[in-house]
């Protein structure tokens, strides 16, 4: 007995109605990306394991799928030291190649590899899959998409302004409103971990911090204390998770409070230009929110960072985010190169249109007319007008074999077709066309060589 197939956990096939979806969503991002100036590059789905880790902090490295060298990849390997290996330690050896965790590290190195065909700042877009090996859950899979966009090349914060405004504009075309852009800074935390004299456990702070949406404000707590800082540090932090009111009023609270800090001083600085220029140009479909508890654990993050949350009715969680890195590029051999990208969420997206019920009634009508078979002689005369119907951007399906009518109309029933094509051995010899109208049941006849009437008939 044949195994039933299926797929590993975390991966989906696609049916042609998730797919028009899909195109759907990228298709509005693609547009936003490009009245914005972006340009698009692709890059392989393999990168050397070199150049994905150490640049997403512990937790990532752990995530990211690693290739098997081909051959004996254990041949070179004495048993004697592989009794002793541990996993961490062996990898290396067994492994030089990596599915691509994000799209972002790939660019860098594709910047560092091309600087001199690149005209800078350069505006990038990227919308392909990456692979981690997180646990599968709703809105969270081990293969997705991700669509990005990154401008390096320059430090001016209108780019962060551009990428806040880019957000508005997609989801606005979507129609999704009620969004939360949420935007903080990573000089700001840094400040706050200067102050309370832990810059040296900065990364174990933010990664915790970053947990706050999934673990809450006392696990958030209880993880730190459970790393080690110390209770007073613990207490100390604790007024932060609990920071409210507009930006304005945390900004002039946490000025106070970074007073000694320089990079937090700087932080709320790049914090308030860019509340100041968005609030200027006004938001359609988001609203801008300062949360000093984003920390965004990604450790290439170095100023703004942002994260936007679905609408308060779909829990979800994330739908998109990005930030600022300065020097993301200085591994492979580049510094002083900054740089700023944001990411869309496609396939939480896409649950979001589902939930809401906002995905056009269009695209599950995907074709526009059938033509029905009624024997060889009748077909080729339909094949021709099909072909004439299509040269005008009609989309025309055809019946394959001369069925029983009954059954012919339950396919384009199911094809979700407006409207039926008939040439009959009768509608042959007058050299006309029947037209019927699956919905309303009206039917008409046409000269075959009334292309415009048709036309008509099938788009009213």
């Known amino acids: 007995m044949a195994q039933k197939p299926s797929l590993p956990k975390g991966t989906r096939d696609f049916t042609p109605k998730e797919l028009s979806r899909r195109k759907y969503i990228i298709r509005t991002i693609e547009t936003h990306f490009e009245r914005f100036g972006f340009e ?118 209108v780019q962060e302004v551009e990428f806040i405004m880019l957000y508005d504009g997609v989801f606005n075309d979507l129609n999704i409103s009620g969004t939360g852009i949420r935007i903080n800074n990573r000089k700001i935390l840094a400040g706050i971990a200067d102050i309370l004299q832990i810059s040296d456990r900065l990364i174990d702070f933010t990664v915790s911090l970053d947990k706050l949406d999934k673990i809450g404000k006392d696990g958030v707590l209880n993880e730190l204390n459970s790393k080690g800082f110390s209770a007073d540090v613990v207490e100390s932090i604790r007024p932060f998770l609990e920071l409210s009111g507009d930006w304005k009023k945390q900004v002039a609270y946490l000025n106070e409070l970074l007073g000694s800090s320089s990079i937090g001083k700087e932080g709320l600085e790049e914090l308030s230009f860019v509340f100041e220029q968005v609030s200027q140009l006004g938001l359609k479909s988001s609203e801008l929110i300062f949360d000093i508890t984003l920390a965004r654990g990604l450790n290439y993050y170095t100023g703004t960072i942002i994260e936007v949350t679905a609408p308060k009715e779909v829990k979800i ?89 009954q059954k012919q109309f339950k396919y384009v029933d199911k094809k979700n077709a407006a409207i039926a094509i008939m040439i009959g051995s009768q509608e042959m010899t007058e050299d006309r066309v029947v037209l019927k109208n699956m919905q309303s049941g009206e039917q008409k006849a046409y000269s075959c060589a009334d292309i415009e009437g048709i036309q008509r008939f099938i788009t009213a």
Not at 138 to 155: L, N, P, T, V
């Open 40 to 157: 698009q590059i692709e890059t392989p789905s393999l990168e050397n394991l070199s150049t994905l880790m150490g640049k997403y902090g512990e937790e990532g490295d752990r995530l990211i799928f690693k290739i098997l060298n081909s051959g004996d990849y254990l041949g070179k390997i004495d048993t004697a030291s592989l009794a002793e290996t541990t996993s961490t330690a062996l990898t290396p050896q067994i492994s030089s190649k990596a599915l691509r965790y994000d799209l972002t590290v790939p660019f860098a190195r594709f910047v560092v590899m091309n600087q001199n065909e690149l005209v800078m700042p350069f505006k990038r877009y990227q919308i392909q899959p990456v692979w981690r090996a997180d646990r599968p859950q709703k809105g969270r899979f081990r293969e997705f998409f991700q669509c990005d966009a990154d401008a390096i090349g320059s430090d001016s914060l």
């Open 317 to 405: 969680g994330s739908i998109g985010g990005g930030g600022r890195y300065d020097d993301l590029t200085a591994p492979f051999g580049l510094k002083n190169m900054s740089g700023v990208g944001i990411s869309f969420g496609l396939d939480r997206i896409a649950l979001v249109l589902e939930e809401l019920g906002l995905f056009p009634v269009a695209l599950d009508q995907k074709v526009d007319a059938v033509v029905l078979n009624f024997g060889a002689q009748e077909m080729l005369k339909s094949l021709k007008l099909a072909q004439q119907l299509r040269e005008r951007n009609l989309v025309i399906d055809c019946y394959p074999y001369a069925a029983k009518l």
